[in-house]
Every structure is written in structure tokens, then in C-alpha cells.
T-cell receptor, first 115, second 109 residues
């Protein structure tokens, strides 16, 4: 498709289970970002990919969170041993990755609910 | 994490009124972006600004990149009910986008 896609759109899981969230960026976009948005709040940066490498992982809240990107395209955010405070909307965004004139486009998000 | 100061936090306006919101920072940015987020959806890009002093319009929306590169504002003219939502500014420095805290807009018909 033409835009950023994410799956699943909704995920309900039990505390302690692992979850995987997927992001398909816009074709040709080398930069990919994951954000977390709690109810009624702003966007919290999690991780940035340039190609397959992640030069900035500073926003990952704990070692239960990890992300990878393969083939310079699809990215997966994994949350291990989920906790109730992990409940949020996880947003993925992509951009061309240059330093100037760089517009960032968002996917629809995955709403994660941890029971 | 770091966030931009965005104001107002929320506002109720009458349909047909003009709306103004702004973002300020203590640091300079290379690019300013304005997004709108509807409930249950991801933010949608409204306007992108690339040069200090630049004034750009998109329909009823007008945004400006502050001369100091530390601020930006967004105006919405003749608001309509579908303008309701959360508006976010974002500043870009090298690769990192710093987001504002959001302005929640409610339009009363």
C-alpha cells in the first residue's frame, strides 16, 4: 500500500505473555520510528532505525522491549512478559531518512491492552 | 522524554471561528511539522515547514516557521465540526522528531 501499515490493529493479551507488533513502512523510506502513546497523552519516542540498524534505542522503557528491522523494510516491536502499564497505542512512522525536508508519516497504530 | 511546549492544551470554539495554537522550544529545529490525530487513528501530517520565516497554507490551515527557529504556529480559519481532534507540532533536529504535548480542539456547532 501507499502508506505505513501496522498489524494487528488491536491486541489483547494476558499479563506475562509476549507480544509482537509489526510495522510496514512506506516503500523506499529508510528511517523507521516506534512511538508509544498512552491514553490522552502525547507521543513517547521508543526507537529509531536507519536501514536495519538502530542508532537510537534510548526510548525503550526496559529490557523487556526490543525491536528489529529486516531487509530495510518491515520492523517488529517485541514486548516480553507484558505488564499492565504496557497498555497503550504503539505507533510506527517512517520517513525518507535524509537530513532536510524530511516528512514523517504514521501508521494507524496497534492498540495493546494487557489484562 | 523531551517535548515541546504547545499551547493551548485544549480549546472549545464555536463553528466558524478562527483558531490559533503554537509551539515553542529552547532549542532550534531544522523542520517543523504539524499533525492532526483523530480518535483511534495515527497522526496525519497537515503541513511541513523547512525554512525560518516560511509561511505555508493548506486549505484553511496556515502555519509559520518562526524566525528564531525555536517556534511555530498553526492557524485554522473558519473552523468546522470535523476540525475536532488533537493537533501536534513536531520539530526535527538531525534524525529525531520532538513532539509537542498536543492541543485538543473541540468545535461547537
Amino acid at each position: 500500500g501507499a502508506g505505513v501499515s501496522q498489524s494487528p490493529s488491536n491486541k489483547v493479551t494476558e499479563k506475562g505473555k509476549d507480544v509482537e507488533l509489526r510495522c510496514d513502512p512506506i516503500s523506499g523510506h529508510t528511517a523507521l520510528y516506534w512511538y508509544r502513546q498512552s491514553l490522552g497523552q502525547g507521543l513517547e519516542f521508543l526507537i529509531y532505525f536507519q536501514g536495519n540498524s538502530a542508532p537510537d534505542k534510548s526510548g525503550l522503557p526496559s529490557d523487556r522491549f526490543s525491536a528489529e528491522r529486516t531487509g530495510g523494510s518491515v520492523s517488529t516491536l517485541t514486548i516480553q512478559r507484558t505488564q499492565q502499564e504496557d497498555s497503550a497505542v504503539y505507533l510506527c512512522a517512517s520517513s525518507l531518512g535524509g537530513l532536510v525536508g524530511n516528512e514523517q508519516f504514521f501508521g494507524p497504530g496497534t492498540r495493546l491492552t494487557v489484562l | 522524554g523531551q517535548q515541546l511546549n504547545q499551547s493551548p492544551q485544549s480549546m472549545f470554539i464555536q463553528e466558524g471561528e478562527d483558531v490559533s495554537m503554537n509551539c515553542t522550544s529552547s532549542s532550534i529545529f531544522n523542520t517543523w511539522l504539524w499533525y492532526k490525530q483523530d480518535p483511534g487513528e495515527g497522526p496525519v501530517l497537515l503541513i511541513a515547514l523547512y525554512k525560518a520565516g516560511e509561511l505555508t497554507s493548506n486549505g484553511r490551515l496556515t502555519a509559520q516557521f518562526g524566525i528564531t527557529r525555536k517556534d511555530s504556529f498553526l492557524n485554522i480559519s473558519a473552523s468546522i465540526p470535523s476540525d475536532v481532534g488533537i493537533y501536534f507540532c513536531a520539530g526535527l533536529r538531525t534524525y529525531k522528531y520532538i513532539f509537542g504535548t498536543g492541543t485538543r480542539l473541540k468545535v461547537l456547532a
